[in-house]
């Protein structure tokens, strides 16, 4: 069955430093992978996306993320992190006709 | 509007009542979701709908559950006999059509069961 796993459940980081979020997926064929961004009482909203090509994807709002097919992964980063930055980060693969969602990261950032 | 519309926003509710939950999609969206998001937790799906039809709604949870999409824009998701495990925050998205297309999600319904 399809699932995904985020193993950090809370991440500090101070302004200006790098993030690195991490992502590992379960599914059989070729996935498509997503990073989604939720801040306090926002929806959810869509950083980037893989399907195929270039296993590095830029995202909105300066982030990144590496899809590695050996590691089963598709970590989340970005160089440097503002204080907006902070808000829980979700990582999903589409299923069938259905995006699975991990349990989430939340990030706080300190000035 | 420009985004995805849920309505309420918030909604408490006596355990044992009916309740629905709206969501109003983007226009000329075809596909439409609905996912629960406990506390702590990533949203669960629950139903998917292409056009008027439920495609897949393996993630209900039980038959107290029930969605309708009667003329492929607007749904609602409705709960029978609300129960204190139902309390959670109900996400609807909708997209241009399949999962390569982005999904765009609405701000939820936080529903409160007492």
């Known amino acids: 069955a399809q699932s995904v796993t985020q193993p950090d459940i809370h991440i500090t980081v101070s302004e200006g430093a790098s993030l690195e979020l991490r992502c590992n997926y379960s599914y059989g064929a070729t996935p498509y992978l997503f990073w989604y961004v939720q801040s306090p009482g926002q929806g959810l909203q869509l950083l980037l996306k893989?399907?195929?090509?270039?296993?590095l994807v830029q995202g909105i709002k300066g982030f990144e993320a590496e899809f590695k097919r050996s590691q089963s992964s598709f970590n989340l980063r970005k160089p440097s992190v503002h204080w907006s930055d902070a808000a829980e980060y979700f990582c999903a693969v589409a299923g069938t006709d259905k995006l699975i969602f991990g349990t989430g990261t939340r990030l706080q950032v300190f000035p | 509007g420009a985004g995805v519309s849920q309505t309420p926003s918030n909604k408490v509710t006596e355990k044992g009542k009916y309740v629905e939950l709206r969501c109003d999609p983007i226009s000329g969206h075809t596909a439409l979701y609905w996912y629960r998001q406990s506390l702590g937790q990533g949203p669960e799906f629950l139903i998917y709908f292409q056009g008027t039809g439920a495609a897949d709604d393996s993630g209900l949870p039980n038959d107290r559950f029930f969605a309708v999409r009667p003329e492929g824009s607007v749904s609602t998701l409705k709960i029978q006999r609300t129960e204190r495990g139902d309390s959670a925050v109900y996400l609807c998205?909708?997209?241009?059509?399949?999962?390569?297309?982005?999904?765009?999600f609405g701000q939820g319904t936080r529903l409160t069961v007492v």
């Open positions: 998205a909708s997209s241009a059509g399949g999962l390569n297309t982005e999904a765009f």
């Open positions: 893989y399907f195929s090509g270039d296993t």
